[in-house]
């Protein structure tokens, strides 16, 4: 299984992005999608999660900015981050959950920079 992430970049403060990640190969089932984040120096942490059913948890930094979704037809998951702030840079790392394993992107990064 294989996990592509794409739409990073640049942006400045106030700014959105979205970001995509897709999931190939052989896949059965995924149970819960999502991302993490981790900026310079800093652990990584879990910014959104969506389980197969639509339930969502956010970390509080993000609540009310960031919209978590997926399209479990396509195996994706998607991130959309409005309202960006200069904190908000990092590496975005997607991951899904099979069952038994977890899998990860190879991470996409977003600078939120005037």
């Known amino acids: 299984v294989q996990l592509q992430a794409s739409g990073g970049g640049l942006v400045q403060p106030g700014g959105s992005l979205r970001l995509a990640c897709a999931a190939s190969?052989?896949?059965?089932?995924?149970?819960?999608m999502g991302w993490y984040h981790q900026a310079p120096g800093k652990q990584r942490e879990l910014v959104a999660l969506?389980?197969?059913?639509?339930?969502?948890n956010y970390a509080d930094s993000v609540k009310g900015r960031f919209t978590i979704s997926r399209d479990n037809a396509k195996n994706a998951v998607y991130l959309q981050m409005n309202s960006l702030k200069p904190e908000d840079t990092a590496v975005y790392y997607c991951?899904?959950?099979?069952?038994?394993?977890?899998?990860w992107g190879q991470g996409t990064l977003v600078t939120v920079s005037s």
């Open positions: 969506i389980t197969r059913g639509g339930s969502t």
């Open positions: 991951f899904a959950t099979l069952p038994g394993s977890n899998y």
């Open positions: 190969g052989s896949i059965f089932s995924i149970n819960n």
